[in-house]
């Protein structure tokens, strides 16, 4: 079974503040991982993912995160947060084992909503 | 935009009802995910067709069930609604079943049972 664990579910930046997302997953067995941005009232989308690799993976709108085996760790940052990076952030984790029953699925941690101040 | 269109954008009904949800899939996508967004439950992973037939399963209710037509699209039936069914529901589709394949998710669509 895999799971995710978001450390905070309120993360609160001034503007220009470095960003970080924290996400730790369990897995059996290599996982991909992924991190979705939410704004109100829209669905979701995709930041960034990890599959294979190199383990610092560049996103959209400035994210990166690097995966880090030895502390079953993906954590999400961004250098310097601007007004509109306001949202819930998602971290998800798939397994990378083809077949069985739980190949397609996402396992999504409960969320992170980021709040940017003046 | 995302590709994946979803109707309706909101729908309120009663218990005991019954309704269904739509998806189109983004076009080439032959796999199709359903999810569940609640204040209690977070994100939930309901249920997945691939290419019409029903891939995996997770945690949805006997009352609900799915299918996915020759053309892709995909419906979510939602049977003796509860009040503890208003949620926001998800559809989200990608090319292969599984894998390093991303999902695309559409805007959804915002079930509530009164």
């Known amino acids: 079974a895999q799971s995710v664990t978001q450390l905070g579910s309120h993360v609160s930046v001034s503007e220009g503040a470095l960003v970080l997302l924290r996400c730790n997953y369990s897995?059996?067995?290599?996982?991909?991982l992924f991190w979705y941005v939410q704004y109100p009232n829209q669905g979701l989308q995709l930041l960034l993912k990890?599959?294979?690799?190199?383990?610092l993976v560049k996103g959209i709108n400035g994210f990166e995160a690097e995966f880090k085996k030895s502390e079953t760790s993906f954590h999400l940052t961004k250098p310097s947060a601007h007004m509109s990076d306001a949202a819930e952030y998602f971290c998800?984790?798939?397994?990378?084992?083809?077949?069985?029953?739980?190949?397609?699925?996402?396992?999504f941690g409960q969320g992170t909503i980021l709040t940017v101040h003046p | 935009d995302s590709g994946v269109t979803q109707t309706p954008k909101h729908l309120i009904t009663a218990t005991g009802q019954r309704v269904t949800l739509r998806c189109s899939p983004r076009s080439g996508d032959l796999s199709v995910y359903w999810y569940q967004q609640s204040l209690d439950q977070g994100l939930q992973f309901l249920i997945q067709y691939y290419n019409g037939e029903e891939r995996a399963k997770g945690n949805i209710l006997e009352r609900f069930s799915a299918q996915q037509f020759p053309d892709l699209h995909s419906e979510l039936n939602l049977s003796s609604l509860e009040l503890g069914d208003s949620a926001l529901y998800f559809c989200?589709?990608?090319?292969?079943?599984?894998?390093?394949?991303?999902?695309?998710f559409g805007p959804g669509t915002r079930l509530t049972v009164t």
């Open positions: 990890y599959t294979t690799g190199a383990t």
């Open positions: 989200a589709s990608s090319v292969q079943a599984g894998g390093a394949y991303e999902q695309y």
């Open positions: 998800a984790v798939r397994t990378s084992r083809a077949g069985g029953t739980s190949y397609g699925k996402l396992t």
């Open positions: 897995s059996s067995v290599p996982p991909y």
